[in-house]
């Protein structure tokens, strides 16, 4: 006869428990690179390709420092690997009020959500709760070889 409790705990720990890093980080340029240089950290150690991350985390937490910024307030970072083979970038301010264009034009400020859009398999806004917002994205990768090592 067969156990499906036994089955089911060896499929839970044959499995790898889902990824998470969160970090509040100064709503200010140093604590947008901050953001940057941790985010290339965590990716390292979870052998998850650095790019196009490094780049939309760039981006979303330069526009938490420029757009979402409240004074004496930070913004979070959040990486995720909610599945294998999927990363999921977040970054909260508390500017709910301040809402980036969901299909982004070029303007005198940047190409920065049209760089977002690009790069990431899909991306959105999260409101709340108030007064945050966060503005998320996703990426698919494949994942590094135990002895690959990616660029710096």
């Not at 006869?1 to 705990?9: A, G, I, K, P």
């Not at 970090?23 to 965590?42: C, D, H, I, M, Y």
């Not at 780049?55 to 979070?76: D, K, M, Q, Y």
């Not at 940047?110 to 977002?116: H, P, Q, S, T």
């Amino acid at each position: 006869m067969r156990d499906v409790n036994q089955e089911s705990q060896q499929t839970a720990l044959a499995q790898k428990p889902p990824r998470q890093f969160s970090v509040p980080l100064s709503a200010t340029r140093r604590g947008a690179r901050l953001a940057r240089l941790l985010a290339v950290e965590q990716l390292e150690s979870w052998g998850v390709p650095l790019d196009p991350a490094r780049l939309i985390v760039a981006e979303l937490a330069t526009n938490a420092v420029l757009h979402g910024r409240v004074p004496g307030r930070s913004f979070r970072l959040t990486l995720a690997v909610p599945a294998p083979g999927l990363l999921r970038i977040e970054v909260t301010d508390t500017r709910a009020e301040s809402l980036p264009v969901r299909n982004p034009a070029p303007s005198e400020s940047g190409y920065g959500l049209l760089l977002v859009d690009t790069l990431s398999t899909r991306w959105g806004i999260r409101q709340g709760p108030v007064p945050c917002k966060t503005v998320w994205a996703e990426c698919a990768f494949a994942p590094l070889g135990p002895t690959a090592h990616p660029p710096r």
